[in-house]
């Protein structure tokens, strides 16, 4: 086990140890009001012994578990963390519970009242940046200090629109920022694992913090196409471009374009890290211009993004085709073309092939209807067709889903891609209401016993919601609701439904609950 000092010699504090996990075990049945006397007692037994206890993984796990979110504790820990020399602060970085626990003292920490502690931690990781940023531990330190500094918390998403940054926290993170700058064109570096989330936290703070750090990295990815090429295709560096290209402005995804990205888009876009990438340049593009640069290229290899069934790609490509509607038509011939949906004869399979992703899925026909194996189903077809949808030449997708036999409907309506599709499809405004009817008459016999399923219940909703549901037939689902509760509150999702429904409401007065639902429903727009 690692020792802090040749003078511990490896002591391992037994004593505060086992009164430690006597208050840990405790400190759950606690009150707050007594929680903070215990750990203020507790904070009293380990005075001295605080780089001790975080010298030993479990000590410092306790450490953490007792004091965790309670101020007093971290400044005394920092403070004596402060006193050792540099090289065993350093140490401790390097060693997972303690750095973890310092950590978690860092958040306990005021950044009005505690900068200098902040500001030491700040100089101490920047003077040994290249050293911290390789190592698992002190790279989480860094990437927890970076979070800190600008406000932001553990890593969880937040707005950080809403979020402002003062002089005092910019002087900071500008610091942090300016030793960023290193990484940005090394390879090597950028490829690293621990460097590479830094480097996605560095886009995260640089929102807030306005350093010009994303600036700077963007321009020096152009400078040198060659090397950006190669950080596009890496496991790590590919990462930190979906970052950069969802926060850079659309200037800039222009350059990249004929900078880096140009004759190469379909390479990168059937690489098994680059596509990721290539995905959210797709997505993020916002100019008609970009998007016909994009189209122009990747158009004419469609059929190569297919046969490497990069389908996040092809559904990027399908969104930008939504802000640009010039080139819907032909990308959708060529997703009839792939699937074998371009004739009038098998126009019916398209969504059955789409939503499975399957060009060769055998599909039975019946009389006027067709049926497949709808467990087949693929979440990443069903955001294809529920994107395709929005086309302004949709009309396959309705004589398609106008084809599926009821049976097939309601065990689409069953599992989750084709529950999403289906609801999408019911409440898309670009779907004619006539059309819209007649899928509704496929499951008008069978809405009670979609609320109980948990898939087939955002189908029902959907319904419910989409003016397709005369008065007298809502009327006639919530009296049987009424009559047999007990047939939809045994699962959640029937639960919530009835919630929703307003069961109790209905209960107590029929003639006011269809009076509200109908003024309810003129306030929708359908």
């Known amino acids: 086990m690692d020792s802090l000092s040749e003078s511990v010699e490896q002591l391992y504090p037994r004593d505060i140890v086992q009164y430690l996990e006597i208050i840990a075990f405790s400190r759950n049945n606690n009150e707050k009001s007594e929680l903070n006397e215990i750990q203020e007692k507790c904070l009293e037994e380990c005075s001295n012994n605080e780089l001790l206890l975080l010298n030993f993984d479990n000590s410092s796990r306790l ?7 309670y101020r007093p504790a971290a400044v005394q820990w920092m403070k004596a963390f402060m006193k050792i020399k540099k090289i065993k602060q350093l140490h401790l970085l390097y060693q997972g519970a303690a750095c973890r626990t310092l950590e978690t003292f860092l958040y306990a920490l005021s950044p009005d009242y505690d900068s200098e502690i902040i500001n030491h931690l700040i100089e101490l990781v920047t003077d040994k940046w290249n050293d911290l ?34 002089k005092k926290e910019h002087k900071r993170i500008k610091k942090v920022a300016d030793r960023n700058k290193s990484l940005v064109m090394k390879q090597n570096n950028i490829n690293n694992d621990e460097v ?5 936290d560095a886009v995260e703070c640089d929102a807030i913090a306005k350093t010009g750090f994303v600036l700077n990295f963007a321009m020096k990815g152009l400078e040198k196409p060659n090397d950006t090429l190669l950080q596009l295709k890496g496991k790590c560096s590919s990462r930190v471009w979906q970052k950069i290209f969802d926060v850079v402005d659309e200037d800039m995804r222009q350059s990249f374009f004929h900078s880096v990205l140009e004759g190469q888009l379909c390479d990168l876009a059937c690489h098994k890290f680059a596509n990721y990438v290539i995905q959210n340049f797709i997505l993020s593009a916002s100019s008609e211009e970009l998007i016909v640069d994009i ?9 190569v993004i297919f046969d490497n069934g990069k389908w996040s790609v092809i559904n990027a490509l399908a969104v930008a085709a939504c802000k640009c509607n010039i080139y819907q038509e032909e990308f959708l011939e060529n997703i009839k073309l792939y699937f ?16 499975t992703l399957q060009n060769d899925l055998i599909i039975d026909e019946v009389v006027q209807s067709i049926r497949f194996n709808t467990s087949l189903s693929n ?4 955001v294809l067709l529920q994107t395709l949808l929005n086309f302004d030449c949709n009309a396959i997708i309705i004589h398609s889903l106008v084809s599926l036999s009821k049976d097939c409907f309601m065990e689409l309506c069953k599992n989750a891609p084709g529950a999403y599709f289906l609801g999408l499809f019911i409440s898309c405004r670009s779907v004619p209401k006539k059309k819209k009817e007649k899928i509704g008459l496929k499951s008008k016999d069978s809405l009670i016993d979609m609320i109980s399923d948990r898939c087939a219940s955002h189908v029902f909703d959907a319904f419910w919601d989409s003016g397709l549901l005369k008065m007298d037939l809502k009327e006639k689902i919530m009296n049987y609701l009424r009559s047999n509760p007990r047939m939809v509150v045994k699962s959640k999702t029937g639960h919530a439904i009835m919630e929703k429904l307003n069961l109790r409401g209905y209960k107590e007065n ?13 306030t929708i727009k359908l």
């Open 63 to 69: 450490v953490e578990e007792i004091f965790k979110g």
């Open 133 to 166: 940023i390789i190592d698992k531990s002190a790279s989480r330190f860094i990437r927890s200090l970076m979070r800190y500094t600008v406000g932001l918390p553990r890593f969880t998403d937040v707005d950080t629109n809403k979020r402002k940054c003062d």
């Open 196 to 200: 590479s989330l830094i480097v996605q």
């Open 295 to 303: 189209f122009d290229e990747l158009l004419k290899d469609i059929s």
């Open 340 to 355: 074998g949906c371009n004739t009038e004869e098998t126009a019916k399979f398209f969504v059955p092939r789409v939503i």
């Open 379 to 382: 979440r990443l077809g069903s």
């Open 510 to 522: 029929p003639k006011k609950w269809l009076k509200q639902e109908a003024a309810r429903m003129k």
